[in-house]
């Protein structure tokens, strides 16, 4: 029975699924639009970041890549058509950066005290 090589198997699988979730806050630095939400980093040195905006029904997502271990950019978009770019620096559990929302500087915060929105409650029927 190769029971040994199933379990490296099952860990080395277990290791390359790790993800790790925070949450990110952030605005437009002239502070007209605020946004939060949570970011989400993969093993794979990618990730993605989800934000509900101040304004009414509008949402942020995006996707990014590390360029280094603490260093890494991506892309955003807005539910309302608004698109941009932005770097980041990480510490592995926190970290900050900015970036273009739209044409507008936009900054932001992730990890340490800031908390992830809680899901909303599932309806009963």
């Known amino acids: ?16 699924a ?17 946004f939060k939400g949570s970011v989400t980093g993969h093993s ?3 990730g993605e970041i989800h934000m509900d905006s101040s304004k009414p029904g509008v949402t942020l997502d995006g996707e990014f890549v ?14 309302d058509g608004r698109v941009g ?8 559990r926190n970290g900050n950066g900015f ?3 739209g044409g507008k500087r936009f900054v932001f915060t ?7 929105p809680k899901a909303a409650p599932e309806k009963s029927e």
Not at 1 to 16: C, D, E
Not at 18 to 34: F, K
Not at 71 to 79: A, H, L, M, R
Not at 85 to 92: A, D, M, R
Request: proline share 1%; glycine share 14%; net charge positive.
């Open 1 to 16: 029975m190769r029971v040994r090589p199933l379990i490296v198997v099952f860990a080395l699988t277990g290791l390359l």
């Open 18 to 34: 790790c993800s790790l979730t925070v949450g990110v806050r952030g605005q437009l630095e002239d502070g007209s639009e605020t």
């Open 44 to 46: 794979n040195h990618s």
């Open 66 to 79: 590390f360029a280094t271990r603490r260093e890494g950019s991506g892309v955003i978009k807005t539910s």
């Open 85 to 92: 770019k932005f770097t980041f620096v990480s510490t592995g």
């Open 99 to 101: 970036g273009d929302l």
């Open 110 to 116: 992730f990890g340490g005290d800031v908390e992830r």
